[in-house]
């Protein structure tokens, strides 16, 4: 059964840093490209980044380039999304998610975690 | 980027009925498209990739036709386990984006 379960959410200042982390199972991790979709509190979603079985292409939404960096480790089985220069703006839940294929350009996303949440104010 | 104008917002129906939704790009697309269905409190769940495949033990009663600029999603008889939000996402060379959303009720 396949399963990705988040972790590293919670409160912090604007302008600090936060590091998320996604560990999957139930499959072979480094088969597939792995993304995160953020959820702001009663709105839609929205894709934030995704990277490809061998990390060789690597996507960021316009509204974290440059503030934050995917990245993953296939012997750890984990994914992760670091997030600097935190914004009120950045709020929401965070869902890892998995790709339907090993190209990170195929965003065919079949499963979800259930997400962490990250809550950033004063 | 590509923008995904989803339509309706909101939908209220009657068990039984055949549910529409639709999904414009701002550019094409060719058949990049794919549509989740989100129910309260839980992740979303992919229902229809590549515009028209319907995703392993999703019920048939969901469909999904389009390509280009226009896509739709159908559901041909309404169930009470059908209320959801629906979401529509298009993937273009990872530039990724979702529609606002469709949030479906029974009447």
């Known amino acids: 059964e396949v399963q990705l379960v988040e972790s590293g959410g919670g409160l912090v200042q604007p302008g600090r840093s936060l590091r998320l982390s996604c560990a999957a199972s139930?499959?072979?991790?480094?088969?597939?490209?792995m993304h995160w979709v953020r959820q702001a509190p009663g709105k839609g979603l929205e894709w934030v980044s995704g990277?490809?079985?061998?990390?060789?292409?690597?996507g960021y939404a316009d509204s974290v380039k440059g503030r934050f960096t995917i990245s993953r480790d296939n012997a750890k089985n984990s994914l992760y999304l670091q997030m600097n220069s935190l914004r009120a703006e950045d709020t929401a839940l965070y869902y890892c998610?998995?790709?339907?294929?090993?190209?990170?350009?195929?965003?065919?996303?079949?499963?979800w975690g259930q997400g962490t949440l990250v809550t950033v104010s004063s | 980027d590509i923008q995904m104008t989803q339509s309706p917002s909101s939908l209220s129906a009657s068990v039984g009925d055949r549910v529409t939704i639709t999904c414009q790009a701002s550019?094409?697309?060719?058949?990049?498209l794919n549509w989740y269905q989100q129910k309260p409190g839980k992740a979303p769940k992919l229902l229809i990739y590549?515009?028209?495949n319907l995703e392993t033990g999703v019920p048939s009663r969901f469909s999904g036709s389009g390509s280009g600029t226009d896509f739709t999603f159908t559901i041909s008889s309404l169930q009470p386990e059908d209320i959801a939000t629906y979401y529509c996402?298009?993937?273009?060379?990872?530039?990724?984006?979702f529609g606002q959303g469709t949030r479906l009720e029974i009447k």
């Open positions: 550019q094409d697309i060719s058949n990049y």
């Open positions: 998610a998995k790709a339907k294929a090993v190209a990170g350009t195929i965003a065919i996303f079949d499963y």
């Open positions: 990277i490809s079985w061998n990390s060789g292409s690597i």
């Open positions: 996402q298009q993937y273009d060379n990872l530039q990724i984006t």
């Open positions: 139930g499959f072979t991790f480094d088969d597939y490209a």
């Open positions: 590549d515009a028209s």
